[in-house]
Nanobody
Framework: QVQLVESGGGLVQSGGSLRLSCAAS????????MAWYRQAPGKQRELVASITLTGNTNYADSVKGRFTISRDNAKNTVYLQMNSLKPEDTGVYYCKAALGSYGNWGQGTQVTVSS
C-alpha cells in the first residue's frame, strides 16, 4: 500500500521559512519522480517544484530563488525548503510520487503565511 505523509506545515510570518517533508512507503522510492503541489483557497492545484529520479529539479516561476526541493533516497523522503515566504504562498501543500503516468498523492499539509 502506497503512503505519502507530508509534515512541516504551519503558520509563519511573511519573510519566514518552513521545511516540508514527505515520507514515502510502499514504493521503490528511488525509481519515482517526486513533486510538490499547492492549492490555495478557490484556486486550482499548481505545481510548485519537482525532482526527477536522477535529481533534476524544476520550479514554478513564482518560487524560483526562494524554494528548494531535495530528496534523500536512503530515507524515502522528499523535502521542500521554503524561504522568504509570502502571503501568496499560503495553501495546502501536497506531495506527489510519479512513475510514468501513474501517480500517488499525499493528504496535504497546510501552510499559512501572515502579512
Amino acid at each position: 500500500q502506497v503512503q505519502l505523509v507530508e509534515s512541516g506545515g504551519g503558520l509563519v510570518q511573511s519573510g519566514g521559512s518552513l521545511r516540508l517533508s514527505c515520507a514515502a512507503s510502499g514504493i521503490v522510492f528511488r525509481l519515482y519522480d517526486m513533486a510538490w503541489y499547492r492549492q490555495a483557497p478557490g484556486k486550482q492545484r499548481e505545481l510548485v517544484a519537482s525532482i526527477t529520479l536522477t535529481g533534476n529539479t524544476n520550479y514554478a516561476d513564482s518560487v524560483k530563488g526562494r524554494f528548494t526541493i531535495s530528496r534523500d533516497n536512503a530515507k524515502n523522503t522528499v523535502y521542500l525548503q521554503m524561504n522568504s515566504l509570502k502571503p501568496e504562498d499560503t495553501g495546502v501543500y501536497y506531495c506527489k510520487a510519479a512513475l510514468g503516468s501513474y501517480g500517488n498523492w499525499g493528504q496535504g499539509t497546510q501552510v499559512t503565511v501572515s502579512s
